[in-house]
């Protein structure tokens, strides 16, 4: 009977729930609090900025300090033993973020982020001493209900030899992860790591405590300041390379009946008894099965009637936002050249006056794009639906044989390109314009890559393309859309405009959101530098704006890259949008931030970057050795600091490892 029961448990428990996980725990000490600009204050942030790149590199787990008496600062940093360098610094980023926004002010605080791993920072020395509170704790709601003498003793085994390796660790790494069999078909996963600052009897204790805790249900997890525990009926850490079992596992062998006696009487019992047991297994199989197929034609009909709802709407839509084409020739004066603003890869672009008075812009698409009407239509719904403050509002089409037409919004100050490249209007132009400026064009272009129904591409980023509103802030129009959720394409016609296209681009006319990203670290070095991508011209040592702003950068000169005009601006914030748009064109396209990643950086309170490699299209002659730099740069907006760091974790200022 335990058998039947069991096998309908864990369907249900799978198919209905899941492990409770509790979100990150945060602990903002009640023990004093520091000043704004206090030297105990500049020191904390000046060594939580260093420890995710340090803590990567040292393998997960790491203790520093910095300061004098007072104002020394001590922080314990630690990350699960199995997991990546990249999961490490974002990991260690992520509960960063999390104490300096949630604990401003405070001398000690403890962040557990959900990957997991954890940032402990104080005025005082708590190396190497055991710390119970404050634990996090979660476990699945669901209880283990047969086999329970075969789990119990596999279980406690299980935990007494992985406790006990673990514990053994060395200086270095104290963490250790082991399985054993329940039954047949399912087996016991655990992983226990202490930070390795602790001695075996302490990480021994620490363990022993965390392990009461989930005792008898099918998984859990226990985390202190020095300690971490997990189990689960399959395998979580990733050292183990067998995959999560199926949810519905192989059902137990069969229970083997009895003999039967010779007494017809007890043959008959048996006979009822058998049958009772199969009406105990069917029936309740039967009722969920068809539970199961009632929501999920519920589910196909309601997803039926949404599609053609949207469609009805999307044709209605269409019909609104559709221009006539004649009305389009009149407002450009038939496509007259002196109102055409500008051209580029996708078409040309006309200022025009509708019959209501409306000033707007009409983009008149390349007669070679092969787009059936169809697939227009339906890209103009995509993109009229799209709604950002620094997207250009598409306000209509019109459609006439192979003519395509977009009309958007008008901007009255023109395009980026005729600003920070003008003699005189550049003037207009000072650092804080500039910076709102790249600020909107990372929002806007996050707005394509995420924040919109499907992703899109915009393939021809530039200044050109980057329209000023009245405040001079950045919108931009016109995206090329590719299939439902595609981050990536290949293509036969390169399109777009060299030295803003990525290398992979040019090479073999691959694009995905990371060809935007490079598109996008080119106007960045433009709008610092005021100089245009291919407005260099030493061939000998084949300079271009990428080549001078990272020879410039690793010389220590990067001052030079920046517009005479901006030389009063914010230091730091210019430092920092110089190494961030080397970031973006950097050759290897798996080194490039996302356009996430990229307005995080933009808007982070403090934070330090990866150290860029030579930029794509780099043609410095072969005898020039490249200088690898030994430090990122930390760029503090709110305090308007700019400091070196070794990437290293070496030559920090005051900073003293253990």
Not at 33 to 46: A, H, I, Q, V
Not at 57 to 76: D, E, R
Not at 112 to 140: I, K, M, Q
Request: net charge positive; aromatic share 8%.
């Amino acid at each position: 009977m335990w058998v039947q029961l069991t096998a309908l448990s864990l369907i249900l428990s799978y198919l209905l729930i899941g492990i409770t996980l509790v979100e990150a725990l945060l602990k903002c000490y009640d023990i004093g609090n520091f000043s704004t600009n206090s030297e105990y204050g500049k020191n904390r942030d000046l060594i939580l900025a260093s420890l995710p790149s340090n803590v990567s590199a040292k393998g997960g787990f790491l203790t520093t300090s910095i300061g004098q008496n007072s104002n020394k600062v001590y922080t314990l940093a630690m990350c699960r033993g199995d997991s990546s360098p990249y999961a490490r610094y974002e990991c260690i980023y992520r509960s960063i973020h999390n104490l300096v926004t949630s604990c401003p002010n405070q001398k000690e605080a403890l962040s557990y982020a959900r990957s997991p791993c954890h940032v402990h920072y104080a005025d005082r020395s708590f190396y190497g001493t055991l710390e119970l509170e404050p634990p996090e704790a979660g476990s699945n709601n669901d209880d283990i209900t047969s086999n329970l003498t075969q789990f119990y003793t596999a279980w406690e085994s299980l935990m007494d030899t992985v406790g006990e390796k673990a514990s053994n660790g060395t200086s270095t790494l104290k963490s250790a992860n082991g399985e054993a069999d329940f039954r047949e078909y399912q087996k016991i996963y655990t992983r226990m790591q202490c930070t390795p600052d602790l001695s075996h009897k302490d990480c021994d204790s620490c363990l022993s405590l965390s392990v009461t805790c989930c005792h008898g249900k099918k998984g859990g997890y226990v985390r202190r300041p020095n300690c971490y525990f997990r189990w689960e009926l399959y395998p979580f850490y990733t050292s183990n390379a067998t995959p999560p079992p199926s949810p519905f596992s192989p059902p137990p062998p069969p229970i083997s009946l009895p003999p039967q006696s010779a007494n017809s009487t007890n043959t008959k019992e048996g006979g009822g008894s058998s049958s009772k047991t199969i009406v105990i297994i069917i029936v309740p199989i039967v009722i969920l099965v068809a539970v199961l197929v009632i929501l999920a034609v519920a589910v196909v009909l309601k997803r039926i009637k949404k599609i053609k709802q949207e469609n009805q709407n999307d044709k209605s839509r269409v019909e609104s936002l559709q221009f006539d084409f004649n009305a389009v020739k009149v407002a450009t004066e038939n496509f007259s050249n002196a109102n055409m603003l500008g051209r580029g890869g996708f078409g040309s672009v006309y200022k025009g006056q509708l019959e209501d008075g409306r000033k707007v812009a009409i983009k008149r698409l390349s007669k070679n794009s092969g787009q059936g009407q169809q697939e227009f239509r339906t890209e103009v719904i995509l993109l009229a639906k799209l709604q950002h403050k620094n997207l250009v509002r598409l306000l209509g089409f019109s459609l006439e044989q192979k003519e395509r037409i977009l009309i958007y919004e008008f901007l009255p100050n023109s395009s980026l390109d005729n600003f920070i490249f003008h003699p005189v209007k550049r003037l207009l132009l000072n650092w804080e314009k500039r910076y709102k400026i790249i600020e909107g064009i990372a929002r806007g272009l996050l707005c394509l890559h995420q924040d919109s129904q499907y992703r899109i591409i915009h393939r021809d980023l530039k200044a050109a393309n980057i329209l000023l509103d009245k405040e001079m802030s950045s919108d931009f129009g016109m995206a090329k859309l590719f299939v439902p959720d595609q981050t990536r394409a290949a293509t036969s016609k390169i399109v777009g405009t060299f030295g803003y296209m990525a290398p992979e681009c040019a090479r073999h006319g691959r694009y995905s959101v990371k060809s935007d990203v490079y598109s996008f670290g080119v106007m960045v070095l433009e709008i610092i530098s005021g100089k245009k991508i291919n407005s260099f011209t030493n061939q000998d040592l084949g300079d271009s704006l990428l080549t001078y702003a990272w020879r410039n950068w690793n010389e220590g000169t990067a001052w030079e890259v920046v517009d005479p005009i901006l030389k009063d601006g914010l230091r730091s914030e210019i430092m920092g949008c110089i190494h961030l748009g080397l970031l973006c064109v950097q050759d290897n396209i798996a080194y490039r931030p996302t356009m996430a990643s990229v307005v995080l950086m933009l808007s982070s309170y403090s934070m330090s970057l990866p150290v860029p490699s030579r930029p794509a299209f780099s043609m410095h002659s072969t005898g020039e050795k490249e200088k690898k730099p030994d430090s990122v740069s930390l760029f503090n907006q709110s305090k308007g600091e700019a400091i070196q760091v070794s990437a290293s974790e070496a030559s920090i200022s005051e900073l003293s490892p253990r």
